[in-house]
């Protein structure tokens, strides 16, 4: 039999057609692996653990939060952060890869996507309220030239971005815009015997009438820029009371008053946020927490009870707290987070290596 044979440029051809196929297949399969990796926008689905911390008011003022005259300097030792100690937890926490998912999110139950690599971290900010004068605190948070900041009658600069966790978190997401992944900010969880974010809007705030109208316009203006930025709110309960401790007549008297003058300003919310975390998810008392539409609480530590678990219609999140006894006693356990070593603020009146006088 004759053998088959092809001239030059008939094999030429073929070469080339065969060139080009393999061309046009990997083509087709490089523009498949980018529409995959655009579809994904560089994101991966999140099944692990999504912690949550929580802080206070900052201490910007060391020197009178902390002097011996203060009576409040133990207070503010164990249970508040200093601005730069903040300061500096935002910066480790973006160097550990995580990244600020709001509440909502977190607790949607849809299935989280985030970038490759990054970890979500819930943070909420407790009281806020700012009840002290002078003692090392700002005043109240102001929206100012549209920025968000702290201001203080007690300081040589009266306003700045740079002695508050939401001002110094709004600056840190404006050098570092992808620690908020999807928008994400705080949940602030006021109270309301003492008016919120420095805004004395409710009778037991002993303010005028025209004191109050004025500071609740004010303070509703505020709210609106906040939600806008992604903050959203928790209710603390009105009177920052015990759960353990507390009638269930007083726990009724306080969700009616939460209603009356807190939520007008911040608006329907379902989360409640046990002070000092002490509650009882099995008590018939927090069936009256449940009636006023409170379904996500936040506790405090990391022992969810099997009741907790096995009540599907309502959410328990435990939560750290990062504060003075914290930084202190936690290392190891918030090494994932931050060198608290490193964090920690020597201008406390306490050592880090102090260790006593908690339990
Ligand atoms: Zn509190």
Redesign the pocket.
């Known amino acids: 039999m004759e053998k088959s044979y092809l001239g030059f440029a008939a094999r030429r051809r073929i070469a080339v057609a065969i060139a080009a196929a393999i061309v046009a297949a990997c083509c087709a399969l490089s523009m498949s692996a980018c529409r995959v990796a655009r579809a994904d926008d560089g994101l991966a689905e999140y099944n692990g653990e999504i912690e949550h911390i929580f802080t206070?008011e900052l201490v910007f003022d060391t020197a009178k939060a902390f002097a011996p005259t203060n009576k409040l300097r133990d207070c503010f030792d164990k249970d508040h952060l200093t601005a730069k100690e903040f300061g500096g937890l935002l910066d480790e926490l973006y160097n550990n890869g995580y990244v600020l998912i709001s509440l909502d999110r977190a607790t949607d139950g849809a299935t989280l996507r985030l970038p490759v690599g990054k970890k979500p971290l819930v943070m909420s900010l407790?009281?806020m309220t700012y009840d002290t004068v002078d003692r090392g605190c700002i005043d109240r948070i102001v929206y100012v030239d549209g920025k968000l900041c702290d201001f203080t009658e007690h300081a040589q600069d009266q306003i700045t971005r740079e002695r508050e966790n939401i001002t110094l978190l709004e600056s840190f997401i404006e050098r570092h815009p992808d620690f908020s992944f999807d928008g994400g900010r705080a949940t602030v969880?006021v109270?309301g015997y003492n008016g919120i974010l420095g805004y004395r809007v409710t009778p037991d705030c002993r303010v005028s009438d025209a004191r109050m109208k004025e500071d609740t316009e004010h303070c509703k203006e505020l709210v609106a820029v906040m939600k806008r930025l992604g903050y959203t709110f928790a209710s603390?309960t009105y009177y920052?009371s015990y759960f353990d401790g507390t009638s269930a007549a007083r726990l009724e008297k306080d969700c009616a008053q939460w209603k009356k003058y807190i939520e007008p300003i911040v608006g329907n919310t379902r989360v409640l946020c046990y002070?000092?975390g002490r509650h009882n998810a099995k008590s018939a008392k927090n069936g009256i927490f449940k009636r006023y539409g409170f379904d996500v609480f936040l506790c405090v530590g990391n022992s969810c009870t099997e009741y907790e678990r096995s009540h599907k219609d309502e959410k328990y999140i435990y939560r750290k707290p990062f504060d003075g006894t914290a930084l202190r006693l936690y290392g190891e356990q918030y090494a994932q987070f931050a060198d608290t070593r490193a964090i920690y603020d020597n201008t406390r009146f306490r050592p880090f290596s102090y260790k006593g006088g908690y339990h």
């Open positions: 206070h407790d009281d969880c109270n603390h920052h002070p000092a």
